[in-house]
């Protein structure tokens, strides 16, 4: 698992170069690096004897659960929105230098054209998102 973290922000650090997103990377990593020491002293502090109040047991035991899920949650949901980020910006830039009918071409002319009509009307349109940056 730790080589496919590795890859990803490989990856993600070839996408986010030269863009606003390019520190936020390093801030996910050492959040995930944080969260690592905490499970492992949470672990520490189970596994030893000094804590002897169940309570205490308890707790600690959901920390150890909770802390982790959480922050995996912040830093997925971190990367999607950089993720999301940069597809608008790749979409706004081919927007931007095309014509329109250079950048209607695509839709036109997809296999799936009947689809795309009668699902253009979603967020997450490709199509509306250029359309949208072309009038603004």
Not at 46 to 62: A, F, G, H, P, Q
Not at 65 to 92: H, Y
């Amino acid at each position: 698992s730790v080589l496919a973290f590795d890859s990803i922000f490989h990856v993600l650090h070839k996408l986010t170069h030269d863009t606003p997103f390019h520190h936020m990377l390093p801030a996910i990593e050492k959040e995930l690096m944080i969260v690592g020491c905490m499970a492992f002293t949470f672990r520490i502090l189970l596994s030893s004897s000094v804590v002897t109040d169940e309570k205490w047991i308890y707790s600690l035991e959901y920390a150890d659960i909770l802390v982790p899920i959480t922050s995996f949650c912040f830093c997925f949901e971190g990367l999607l929105m950089v993720g999301m980020s940069l597809q608008a910006f790749d979409i706004w830039n081919r927007a931007y230098h095309l014509q329109l009918v250079e950048f209607l071409d695509d839709y036109l002319h997809s296999p799936y054209i009947l689809f795309l009509q009668r699902y253009a009307w979603l967020p997450f349109s490709k199509l509306n998102s250029g359309l949208e940056f072309r009038i603004i």
